[in-house]
């Protein structure tokens, strides 16, 4: 169903307080066909049960820790079965009374096409003083639209379809907590700077960007990445 993880959340006593992660892998599949993407898309989906059985058995295991528990939303595209993700929030928030647990934060990792689906929104909106919602967007229309594609349409590009949303969203839960995946290539590297400053046009609080593993990037390529960053601290300067 899932797995548990530690996360640092502050200190107590001087030390660090471990606030644990419960991940749950909500199904195997997605509507996007993204090329660099390294998951194997099975098709296979969770099902509440298990997620309730491996909740349970976590809280159980972190009996008498009475801290925050962090609830951890992941694929494939997990908005592809709103259900599960409500069913997941749902059973975390009892067996967080059950067990003296402060609260619940939810996250979510979205491809962002499917934030206009009612079902999707009902469940954001439950939520939404929970939820911690990740969208991914890379940087400008055209380098998304190169690589992040419907899988029903591998010619179609899904940022248009992304992005619509956004308004929406961060109205519903809070720019501070929605944040932005910005995942490069080495084709995008000379786009960096504009592609952040697309995301941040977009009202984008947050913004991460990561580099495909898979890839080579030489010297050179390094060089223009401090080239790109010097853009963007250069304009906030």
């Not at 009475?66 to 951890?72: A, E, H, R, Y």
């Not at 689906?117 to 400008?140: A, C, K």
């Not at 590009?157 to 109205?171: I, M, R």
Request: include cysteine; glycine fraction near 10%; hydrophobic fraction near 35%.
């Amino acid at each position: 169903a899932g797995a548990s993880f530690g996360n640092v959340t502050g200190r107590k006593g001087g030390g660090m307080s471990i606030a644990p992660l419960y991940q749950i892998m909500t199904n195997l599949n997605c509507n996007l066909d993204c090329h660099y993407c390294y998951e194997q898309k099975t098709g296979k989906q969770n099902t509440v049960g298990n997620v309730r059985t491996f909740l349970a058995s976590l809280f159980k295991r972190d009996e008498g820790n009475t801290g925050p528990v962090l609830i951890d939303l992941i694929g494939g595209e997990p908005l592809l079965f709103p259900e599960l993700c409500r069913a997941a929030m749902e059973v975390a928030n009892e067996l967080a009374v059950k067990y003296g647990r402060s609260c619940v934060h939810g996250s979510v990792s979205s491809n962002g096409t499917l934030f206009g689906n009612p079902d999707v929104r009902s469940f954001i909106e439950d939520y939404r003083r929970q939820l911690n919602v990740g969208v991914s967007i890379d940087g400008t229309r055209e380098m998304h639209d190169r690589h992040r594609v419907f899988k029903s349409s591998p010619t179609r590009g899904s940022y248009d379809q992304a992005v619509e949303n956004l308004p929406w969203l961060f109205d519903t839960v809070g720019r501070r907590n929605v944040t932005c995946k910005h995942t490069l290539t080495p084709e995008a590297v000379p786009t960096m700077a504009d592609g952040y400053f697309n995301l941040v046009d977009l009202g984008f609080a947050k913004i991460i960007q990561n580099f495909t593993f898979e890839d080579a990037y030489d010297l050179d390529c390094g060089m223009l990445i401090f080239e790109q960053l010097k853009t963007v601290m250069d304009h906030w300067a």
